[in-house]
């Protein structure tokens, strides 16, 4: 775990961020990372990032009001965004990611929540939040934060979300 270092975002991470995750195919433009920051400063957003051996590996952020109505109308912070660069992957750094994101959520909230997708590309993920302990919030399948009826079709995309909680009793 010492070869593993997470710390908050700072100005100067912003090119590093946008040239690695550039290199690594990781769609996330330089004004949505330079948006992040800024988020960051004014507290709407905490954005942690991992490095591994000194370099960059992944980051994670926490959204202080979530666009999800459920989340943001009972004050649940929302876990976001949540990349680890593939050649750092299967090293721990995903579980040291969470790991302090949830120090700060449940210090400061209690509960943390956090959206999942439904196809494959999201099965690590999935697989992590429930060995964490998180648990679906009971309000079944939403496309872009909205409810999806019994026999609506939607498309199968990144906005097709499973939400789920995790409270600090549950550790």
Known sequence: MNQIKIRPMTFDDINIIYRVFTKHKIQKSLDYITKCWEQNKSGERITLLAFYEGNFAGSLHLLTKSFYPYFEENSIPEINDFNVIPPFRKLGIGNALM?????????????????????????SAQRLYAKRGYIPDGRGLMYNQKPVSPGKEVCVDDDLNLYFTKKLYSL
């Open 99 to 123: 790991d302090e994101i949830e120090k700060i959520a449940f210090e400061r909230y209690g509960v943390v929540g956090i959206g999942v997708g439904l196809f494959e590309s999201y099965g």
